[in-house]
């Protein structure tokens, strides 16, 4: 009877061993988002724009590549508002309902209104990139065990997900001269930062602001400290929530996620029934 008790307590300690293995998670959820190829679900972002909170419902259609993205807004400031991107169609444009049909680049003002990111983003490229160079850093310093934290299990859109919490001691900003060519969006992408914070830092009024020459103040990593739900079963993050020095600047949350759907021609067309082009 002793040796039973001593074997189930020794498996217990396994098994809570083995779920707080941060690196394991991790490793795991990088290798899910690089190997998605579709998605499909419903998004309430919450995302911080001059100091206020803005929230909007979306569902999204997602094919990585080719990128084709369908976006049907449900609620918030941009309501009714459907937007759809194939690319390398008409002339890499993506098509607008309620302007009359009117083909408008994806980093338009108007398509952008109260939103941190464009068409182009949809679906997890963003984090993904985010994710492995918040992991290559803290590989570099061997500060693994420090940045990423497994805090527990928690229960979200019926889903048993690891909580997972990064945090990145040196958040900071620091001078970048913008050179001939390049943008707050491409620098973003580029350095795997996030565009709004650039904005917001600078003082800048629009997407569009700076040009050659000009020193701008960037951030050194996405978020100062990123929580995400990683469902156990796909483990991809279905809840994600950054901050930077002044508190939470987004929030996505997803629900009726579809991972590799099988979608059709017509799930990316105009003449789509369900659609209101």
Known sequence: MRK??????SLALLNITHAQDAKSVVDKMITSLGAGKTYEYTMKSTERIDGKLYVNKIFTKVNESPKKVFIDNIE????GVQVLYVKGEMEDKALVNKLFGVKLSPFNSLIRKNQHHTVL?????LLYNSIREAKTRANQQGAFNQVFKLIGTVTYDGKSCYKLELNDPTFAYVDYTMTSGETLYSISMKKNICEQLIVEKNGFSSFSSGK???VIKIPTSYAKKTVLYID???YFPIYQEMYDEKGLFEKYEFSGFKLNSLFSAIDFSEDNPAYNF
């Open 121 to 125: 983003e949809s679906g997890f490229s």
């Open 4 to 9: 039973l008790i001593t074997v189930l307590i």
């Open 76 to 79: 918030g400031d941009n309501k």
């Open 212 to 214: 050659s020459g000009t």
């Open 232 to 234: 156990k079963v796909t």
